[in-house]
Structure formats: structure tokens, C-alpha cells
């Protein structure tokens, strides 16, 4: 099998590839767009700040190819946020997959939020053997609203989508890599799809 990781110099992507190493599968790290379109899974990570991730992806046409892709993508963190329509940090226009729009967490709660939280109401086959209240990692300032779209919530001030599906397409607002043997069974189960 072919994992990659995409490369576009805005991610935490050693920390995915080790995780993957971990589990017994070597990971790929490519910003090549054939590389990318041979894989049989897309991990697509992302740490920063939204405008300028989607001007790497935009500098490298990944914003074009990532959406055609037809194999199971996994976005992470920021990556799952920029699969949205938009975002509100520095509005952003996103790759528009997931129909949900990523908004700034509001003054009531500390921000970022840096802690592990609950994951809830679970739907997908992505949380095989995962129980409901499972805790994750998570570390942003944004989140995307709730959805037809969403396979999981959290609650940090305000219920959110903390998980993501349509089709091929996965996101996860939390960092796996980071959740321990929970987070790891995650990404087996990504793995699995």
C-alpha cells in the first residue's frame, strides 16, 4: 500500500509519519502531484494559519488536484479546516468539500484551545473500536460548525464538528498522531478503509 502524507510546508508531518512508522506503515512525505495521485491513502496535515497554507497549496496546484482525488484523504487539524467552503481566519475561501464553514471560537473560552476534550457522537467506521467520550488532542483557535457532514462533536463553549466525512474525504479536528492508542486506532482504521 501507498500512504503519503502531502508536503506543502504547512504541516506537523514528521509526527504523522512517525505515528504511521509506529503501526508498521511507512509513509511517503511528497508535494509531487503524481506522487500524490498514485497513493492509495492521502494524509493532508496542517499547522499555521489558513490564507497562507491555501497560497501553498494554490503555488503547487494542490488545490486543484486534492479535490479530484478518488482514494480515502484524511485531512488533519488545519487540513481538515481548509477541505471547508471557508474559513474565518483572514477569510478564506477553502477547497469547499466539506459543506461547513470553520468560525473563531468567541471570548467566552480560552483561545487557543490546547487540551485533550471528548469526542462524541460517533458515526463512521473511522472510530472502530473507539468508545463515545474517547478523549483526543486538540490545539486551534478555529472550528467548523455542525453539519450534515459531521461524524463527531466536541464541546468547548459550543458544540462543533470535530470529525468530517463525505465520500472518500475524512477530517479530524483533533491530532491523532498526538491522541495516544486511541489516536492511533484511528489512523489503523484509516488505514482499513
Known sequence: MKLVIIDYGAGNIKSIQFAFKRLGYKAVLSNKISEIKAADKVIFPGVGEASSAMRKLKDSGLDIVIPTLKKPVLGICLG????????????????????????????????????????????????????????????????????????????????????????????????????????EQLLNNFIEL
Open 80 to 183: 481538515m479546516q481548509l477541505l471547508c467552503k471557508s474559513t474565518e481566519e483572514n477569510n478564506t475561501n477553502g477547497l469547499g468539500i466539506f459543506n461547513t464553514s470553520v468560525k473563531r471560537f468567541q471570548s467566552n473560552v480560552k483561545v487557543p484551545q490546547i487540551s485533550w476534550n471528548t469526542v462524541a457522537n460517533l458515526k463512521s467506521d473511522l472510530f472502530k473500536g473507539i468508545k463515545e467520550q474517547e478523549f483526543m488532542y486538540l490545539v486551534h483557535s478555529y472550528y467548523a460548525e455542525n453539519c450534515d457532514e459531521q461524524i463527531a462533536t466536541t464541546n468547548y463553549g459550543l458544540n462543533y464538528a470535530s470529525a468530517l466525512q463525505k465520500d472518500n474525504f475524512y477530517g479530524v479536528q483533533f491530532h491523532p498522531e498526538k491522541s495516544g492508542v486511541k489516536g
